[in-house]
Nanobody
Framework: QVQLVESGGGLVQAGGSLRLSCAAS????????MAWFRQAPGKERDRVAA????????YYADSVKGRFTITRDNAKNTVYLQMNSLKPEDTAVYYC????????????WGQGTQVTVSS
């Protein structure tokens, strides 16, 4: 069992930056693909970024390409989401998710952290 704990959310003005962190428990973090999802009120939960277990491969949704960067530090069991040039439409609850590298869906989820971008 893996536990994921997000931190770093908050209120920021449009154009500002935030860095989200997701700390994972367990000894096999380096075998987990990790991702960040977000869910705005009344909308579905969407994946915004993902990173492979090795950190060599990344994915970004079109809406965040060039503004968000996902990274991981396997020595610290932590994945990060650096968010720059934030827009009001980035306002959502952001969730960290993880799965073993051979899985096609995410099995572990954090509790979420609120990001609010004011205009």
């Amino acid at each position: 069992q893996v536990q994921l704990v997000e931190s770093g959310g908050g209120l920021v003005q449009a154009g500002g930056s935030l860095r989200l962190s997701c700390a994972a428990s367990g000894r096999t973090f380096n075998t987990y693909n990790m991702a960040w999802f977000r869910q705005a009120p009344g909308k579905e939960r969407d994946r915004v970024a993902a990173i492979s277990a090795s950190g060599l491969n990344t994915y970004y949704a079109d809406s965040v390409k060039g503004r968000f960067t996902i990274t991981r530090d396997n020595a610290k069991n932590t994945v990060y989401l650096q968010m720059n040039s934030l827009k009001p439409e980035d306002t959502a609850v952001y969730y960290c998710a993880g799965s073993q590298y051979y899985r096609t869906s995410y099995d572990y989820w954090g509790q979420g952290t609120q990001v609010t971008v004011s205009s």
